[in-house]
């Protein structure tokens, strides 16, 4: 197909429908990630994007007027950047000044990191997590790493293509070298990735995260907007097409494949790289003229949402959190709050769009001046503009109040509370005691456990030798208590089972446990194949895994083969104040009923009612509420097995 044709630039509409898609995923992904398991792939949509057109029109310029106007290009992106930020991060604080001074910790670092545009690697110096959603300090900045990845681009980019322009000069050799560097940032972030290790290094990276930026690079190379033929075959046309719908397809089932869970190997070891070639094919033919996919993506609501776009990334995460932090809802209402918090996010974002983005975008010095007097100008009947003016005002006063004095404030240490302080000396506990109960688990497979003679003994030491009587008050019977010391358990577990691996021992002896903050299921197979392996994976198995994220089926079947079906599991459900909590426990429910030798312990029901058994959070057991989650574990077990 030759449809090369010099033309004027032109404004591409079915990018606005990509950003919308792009900014959608993201918000669904942090909604609900159990569902829109692959939404964050929104960010590459926006790096391609961003990739395509900075190039596009570059190279544009230099062919058409044999240079590129740098300064120019800066203003405008300043212009289009700053406004935005600096209100998203200023309004921000001025609300965590008021309202959540748990958060003025670090913020003068954030607010200076992100306006000089190295805050996702401030993010990664400072070990904060993507992925660690259970928390009750979240950031309402995560997100912006994104846009210090882009200013990054935007600053370094003019240079670069200066370069390729003034000395490598032919386009098959600029897109060679941009199509290289890509490739080996994407074989970057696979050589990174470490199966069990938090991935948000590679996630913030901009070494890691370039090759989408740079896809969209090396296609402006290739498939400049201006050099496309509007009337082409209808042969070309309906190729055309095929393309895209393929490559649209082909985006939307990574989206929604659990083998796109963003702490799954395959995601960062070609997932995400295939997503971003899928995205800069559909972003060849959006851009073309002779096919349809433009028109496709045309439409009244995708222009207001992506002409909103870059607001509606901005303020989605604060709104989120801020809005989660205050308003407590019952997960059965889930969906209502998260319809509440869209709904806030739109309007938020459409009124940045009317008062900052669009006016300040075309805002000159001769326009500031004027707008200054006409403020002063106690005559001017133009009431509403100096009422918003005091507004911003405020805003930036108590915002930059709150950046000044947040040196002073210490950050809280998440090791100091009473619960990390538990965690701690329970996980040190666990390290020097399993290494004997390992030993010892080993043997046992070797002997024979006449479950009948342990049971008789249970019963003459329950008259006789009563153990562990604190326990009782409880809800668990003498009986019981004395069964569950000559149990060989193997437990697994994130953060609640660790703040309570204190009791679980002391009722369960021989209880091998293996609990950490922050585990999820998709991080754990390595971890238990270890163990079983080892010999150490004894045949009743406790399982406490859900709080941090959710699981799919396909997940759980995972880890049942592993374990095998000779072994007895109980799965304690999850009780966690989050939108995944739903989903976790009725995925464990369905699993009860298709594996023979599953139980799910349902903590959640046993304990909803019971807010004084946790810590605020909610989520972990306070120390009272600890025994109550031992006891009750330890019940269902022993009622479960057969003695």
């Given at each position: 197909m030759n449809h090369i044709k010099k033309q004027k630039n032109r404004y591409i509409t079915g990018y606005d429908g990509l950003r919308t898609f792009g900014v959608l995923g993201v918000i669904l992904y942090h909604l609900n990630p159990n569902v829109f398991v692959g939404g964050y792939l929104g960010v590459p949509i926006f790096f391609a994007v961003s990739g395509y057109l900075v190039t596009d029109h570059m190279l544009a310029s230099y062919q058409q007027t044999g240079h590129y106007d740098n300064k120019g290009y800066l203003l405008r992106r300043i212009k289009?950047?700053?406004?935005?930020?600096?209100?998203?991060?200023?309004?921000?604080?001025?609300?965590?000044?008021m309202f959540q001074r748990d958060l003025l910790a670090k913020l003068y670092q954030i607010f200076i990191s992100n306006v000089l545009n190295v805050y996702n690697w401030w993010q990664i110096a400072n070990g904060q997590s993507y992925f660690e959603r259970f928390a009750g300090h979240e950031s309402p900045f995560t997100h912006l790493w994104t846009l210090s990845i882009e200013g990054q681009f935007y600053l370094i980019w003019p240079l670069i293509i200066f370069l390729l322009?003034?000395?490598?000069?032919?386009?098959?050799?600029?897109?060679?070298?941009?199509?290289?560097?890509?490739?080996?940032?994407?074989?970057?972030?696979?050589?990174?990735?470490?199966?069990?290790?938090?991935?948000s290094r590679i996630y913030y990276g901009t070494d890691t995260?370039?090759?989408?930026?740079?896809?969209g690079g090396a296609?402006?190379?290739?498939?400049?907007?201006?050099q496309l033929r509007t009337h082409i075959a209808k042969s070309d046309r309906r190729l055309l097409n095929t393309i895209g719908a393929v490559a649209a397809l082909g985006m939307l089932f990574l989206i929604f494949s659990p083998m796109m869970d963003p702490q799954k190997a395959l995601t960062y070891r070609g997932g995400m790289f295939i997503f971003s070639i899928l995205t800069v094919i559909l972003i060849a033919i959006v851009a073309h003229p002779g096919a349809d996919?433009?028109?496709?993506?045309t439409n009244p609501i995708f222009k207001?949402?992506?002409?909103?776009?870059?607001?509606i990334y901005l303020y989605q995460f604060p709104v989120m959190i801020f809005f989660e932090n205050k308003v407590k809802v019952n997960p059965s209402n889930q969906i209502i709050a998260q319809i509440i918090e869209v709904l806030i996010i739109l309007v938020v974002s459409d009124l940045a769009y009317r008062l900052i983005e669009r006016p300040l975008g075309k805002v000159t010095w001769s326009k500031t001046r004027r707008y200054i007097k006409n403020?002063?100008?106690?005559?001017?009947?133009k009431i509403f503009r100096k009422v918003g003016f005091v507004f911003a005002v405020l805003i930036i006063l108590v915002g930059a109040s709150a950046i000044i004095v947040s040196p002073t404030v210490k950050a809280a240490d998440p090791n100091d509370s009473p619960l990390a302080k538990q965690i701690a000396k329970n996980k040190a506990e666990d390290k020097k005691r399993n290494s004997a109960l390992i030993r010892q688990a080993k043997e046992a497979k070797k002997k024979k456990i006449n479950k009948s003679d342990l049971y008789r003994e249970a019963e003459q030491n329950a008259k006789e030798k009563p153990i562990n009587r604190e326990f009782e008050p409880y809800g668990i019977s003498q009986l019981q208590l004395q069964l569950a010391q000559k149990l060989p358990v193997t437990a697994i577990g994130d953060s609640v089972m660790a703040g309570s691996s204190n009791n679980l021992k002391v009722i369960f002896p021989q209880m091998i446990v293996d609990a950490s903050v922050s585990r999820q299921l998709v991080n754990s197979f390595d971890l238990v194949n270890s163990y079983k392996q080892k010999g150490a994976l004894n045949d009743t198995v406790l399982i406490a895994l859900g709080t941090n994220g959710p699981f799919t089926s396909d997940d759980m079947a995972h880890m049942m083969q592993i374990i095998g079906p000779s072994r007895r599991v109980f799965w304690i459900n999850t009780k966690v104040p989050r939108q995944w909590q739903g989903d976790?426990?009725?995925?464990?429910?369905?699993s009860a009923a298709k594996y023979r030798n599953l139980t799910v312990i349902d903590w959640y029901k046993y304990s909803v009612s019971h807010q004084d058994w946790f810590y605020d959070d909610q989520t972990h057991p306070s120390p009272d509420g600890s025994k109550y989650y031992t006891a009750f574990i330890a019940k269902e077990i022993i009622k479960n097995t057969k003695f």
């Open positions: 289009k950047i700053y406004p935005q930020l600096l209100t998203v991060l200023l309004a921000s604080s001025a609300y965590i000044f322009v003034r000395y490598v000069k032919k386009p098959g050799r600029m897109f060679g070298i941009m199509l290289g560097v890509s490739v080996l940032s994407a074989a970057l972030m696979a050589f990174l990735y470490q199966p069990g290790v938090d991935t995260r370039l090759f989408a930026i740079l896809l296609l402006a190379v290739i498939w400049p907007s201006t996919f433009n028109r496709y993506l207001w949402v992506g002409q909103r776009s870059y607001g403020i002063f100008d106690f005559h001017s009947p976790v426990n009725e995925l464990l429910t369905e």
